[in-house]
């Protein structure tokens, strides 16, 4: 990915928590016959190896699971992202040389991607998985209000995946490039808009 250093983003910490938030992150990796890759909620585990280690899990059916990797894979991870108009710059009323950008988060995990069959393992990314994302909610669903015997039969149908990562990259490009007049004027125009990702977005901007 490439990252000027006005929008590159190395604090381990905030890295960390855009891959939470992101919630759903695409899985690639390269192969023999080509590149292939797989929308995936996946749990990081901040504390395994320098920088951390994803799981998930997918289909069984699922052919990249069966690639061999060429290298490394990547999992991707968007953060919050929007438009900018030119016209919510003040300079543009000034020379006119401005343009459309996009603003947005994004981050790009390295590392050797691990398959799994083990049932145990598969319980274990399952039941971490549901209750990262039931826990919000005013009475939570969990693995152990299925039979149990259900739950066995499902875990048949997928294959579990750990990804130690070894690299990271992290792109936060929100208008830091511009004036601070420009950036307080984007931040408005954002957090004016109808669609709610626009209004989060407004509040990352430096102002």
Not at 8 to 35: I, K, Q, S, V, W
Not at 126 to 140: D, F, I, K, S
Request: proline share 10%; no cysteine; hydrophobic share 45%.
């Amino acid at each position: 990915m490439y990252v000027p250093p006005a929008f590159r983003e190395e604090d381990l910490p905030a890295l960390h928590g855009t891959m939470r938030d992101a919630r759903l992150a695409n899985l690639a990796t390269a192969t023999a016959e080509g590149l292939i890759a797989t929308p995936l909620p996946l749990f990081l585990a901040p504390d395994e190896g320098p920088y951390g280690t994803l799981y998930g899990h997918m289909a069984r059916a699922n052919p990249q699971w069966k690639l061999p990797p060429v290298g490394d894979a990547m999992a991707l991870f968007m953060g919050p992202d929007a438009y900018v108009s030119p016209a919510w710059y003040p300079s543009m009323k000034e020379h006119g040389k401005v343009v459309p950008t996009w603003n947005y988060v994004a981050i790009h995990a390295y590392g050797q991607v691990e398959f799994f069959e083990d049932a145990d393992r598969l319980l274990d990314v399952v039941t971490r998985l549901t209750n990262l994302h039931e826990g919000p909610r005013a009475e939570p669903w969990a693995v152990t209000d299925a039979p149990e015997g259900f739950i066995w039969a499902q875990l048949k149908g997928i294959v579990g995946l750990r990804l130690p990562i070894t690299r990271l990259e992290g792109k936060r490009k929100m208008s830091q490039n511009r004036i601070a007049e420009d950036r307080a004027g984007v931040a408005a125009g954002l957090a004016a808009s109808d669609r709610p990702s626009d209004r989060v977005a407004a509040a990352l901007i430096p102002t």
